[in-house]
């Protein structure tokens, strides 16, 4: 049997195989569990060194296939390394050579995208925490503890209960008002996190970009042109929204503005949980309280402000149909974009 054993395992390439062929030897039905069933007719002095012998033979045998995984496992990702290994200086000299080059992640291109042109019409960027104070995520935002708003949004809490991973990036109106004074208008890119149910739509840590414009008289219809404007820039082309009412503490009125579903062509998908249209943003006209909370006075400014999904963004713009996919870190999966 050892014999059987040990050309039978040179032959093994991958580590499936590999545990099919320990079932075959040293598995309940195995083939050394075969032998040891004859132990009953043997003597039983015969039976204490056929029993030593055996388990001598179990020891070799398990060492060798532990040994043999290991090697195989190390050419399986070394074989892996070899297939998508990427040269992060991104140049097409690379190309030539026939090297992989890098890319953007389709994420980044969109990211950047979006900051090009709030830069062109004059937005100044700004940056704010991951981990954000109660005050920031919900208080000044009016959003008192005890509020039934918190709950829309599931949080991950820290410790001490004071503190938070940003829910999302509205931080950034009370940071921003607090850096600046009006006329201002801002945007704030970055990631937040929920802890929520994740489907093909939904991820517990996805990107928003805030946005806020605070002047004089300012009104609902200058937001929903500037939003049309921004979703054609960034399609470029004109693609069908709607506009809906929709409540978050800190704006009044508040809207939710959806687009087509652009993988389905609006006929419905698991995207748009087939009803052909994707939620992009939340919007609307700032809060009295929220310019307060900035130090802001409320009878003398206004403007609006919005937060927009930028992973649902960036599945329209690239058709990708899993939400999921984004932050997968799969080479396979971001390689697709190179040529954008
Ligand atoms: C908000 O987060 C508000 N702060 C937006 C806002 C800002 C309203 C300023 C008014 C004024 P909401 O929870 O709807 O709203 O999220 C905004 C967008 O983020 C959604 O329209 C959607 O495009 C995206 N989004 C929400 N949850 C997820 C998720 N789990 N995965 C991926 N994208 C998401």
């Given at each position: 049997m050892l014999e059987d054993f040990k050309t039978g395992i040179e032959k093994v390439q991958s580590l499936p195989d590999m545990a099919q062929f320990k079932a075959e030897y040293l598995?309940?039905?195995?083939r050394l569990k075969g032998l040891m069933a004859g132990m009953r007719d043997l003597s039983p002095e015969e039976r204490s060194s056929f029993g030593a012998k055996a388990n001598e033979a179990k020891q070799f045998m398990e060492k060798l296939i532990q040994e043999q995984s290991t090697r195989i496992e190390l050419e399986e990702i070394n074989s892996r390394l070899d297939k998508e290994w990427q040269d992060i200086s991104w140049t097409d000299r690379l190309k030539d050579k026939g090297q992989q080059a890098a890319g953007l992640h389709p994420l980044s291109s969109v990211m950047r995208g979006l900051e090009d042109i709030f830069l062109s019409m004059g937005f100044d960027i700004l940056d704010g925490p991951h981990i954000e104070d109660e005050y920031h995520n919900f208080e000044a935002l009016n959003i008192p503890a005890n509020h039934p708003a918190r709950d829309m949004q599931d949080t991950f809490w820290f410790q001490d209960k004071k503190h938070l991973l940003r829910t999302h990036t509205s931080n950034i109106q009370i940071r921003g008002m607090e850096q600046h004074k009006p006329p201002f208008k801002f945007v704030g890119p970055g990631k937040v996190f929920r802890s929520e149910a994740l489907d093909?739509?939904?991820?517990a840590a996805f990107h928003q970009l805030e946005g806020m414009m605070v002047g004089k008289d300012i009104s609902v219809s200058h937001m929903i042109h500037f939003l049309r404007t921004l979703l054609s820039e960034i399609f470029q082309k004109e693609i069908k929204v709607r506009l809906r009412p929709g409540f978050f503490?800190?704006?009044?009125?508040g809207f939710e503005l959806d687009y087509e579903c652009l993988l389905c062509g609006g006929t419905g998908c698991s995207v748009c949980k087939q009803v052909g249209?994707?939620?992009a943003l939340g919007c609307g006209m700032v809060h009295p309280n929220v310019l307060k909370a900035g130090n802001i006075d409320p009878r003398e400014w206004n403007g609006f402000a919005f937060g927009l999904g930028v992973d649902r963004l960036t599945m329209m713009r690239y058709h990708i149909d899993d939400v999921r996919h984004i932050h997968s870190g799969d080479l396979l999966f971001s390689q697709q974009f190179k040529a954008y």
């Open positions: 598995g309940k039905k195995g093909a739509s939904h991820e503490p800190f704006v009044e009125p249209w994707v939620e």
